[in-house]
């Protein structure tokens, strides 16, 4: 059973690569098998469509979220230092971000015609992040309604950040971006 569910795993893993730099639609099953070494004629052992494999490719989206995240939270229990552990993470991700912009709004624009129910699985990511800050601004005193309107600005400042420095090859919108993004969260934070 190990085996089986790690040759799932490798094709999840394969078909999030390649959906993420070559794109949902013109990515095949054959593309799938090719990279990830499992037989064609085998996927469909794992997965009746690709719409299905599109769903995994999701679940890894909310997975990988929730377990930084996690990370985060455990790592202090400060808001203001959470919020900022969370603007480092996603720092992280610059380099690919702008070579290939982002998976998760890739693949809920992606997956929105053939697998609805993975659009809709892979924006819970997003949900989990605006959750997030919401939470930690509402922690340090500031509004629920005001905390949750910052967390959509911030994570709008990212996505946007992300999409134009993708689409000019420039790393240096997306480090503006991040900036733009930490003075809004400790800004609020400040205010309360």
Known sequence: M????????????????????QGYTVTSLADIATHSGVPLGNIYYYFKSKAELARGVADIFVTETEGMLVEITEADQNPRTRLQLLIEKLTQSLKSRVEHGCPIALGIRDFRHESPEAANRAAEAFSLLIGFIGRELGRSGI???????????????????????????????????????????????SRS
Do not use: Y
Request: net charge positive.
């Open 2 to 21: 190990a085996k089986q569910n790690e040759k799932r795993d490798v094709l999840i893993a394969t078909a999030a690569g390649l959906f993420w730099r």
């Open 143 to 189: 509004r629920p309604s005001t905390a949750l309107s910052i967390a959509r600005n911030a994570l709008t400042e990212w996505q946007g950040g992300i999409m134009l420095a993708h689409g000019l090859r420039d790393p240096t919108v997306l480090a503006e971006s991040f900036r733009r993004m930490e003075r809004l969260l400790m800004v609020a934070r």
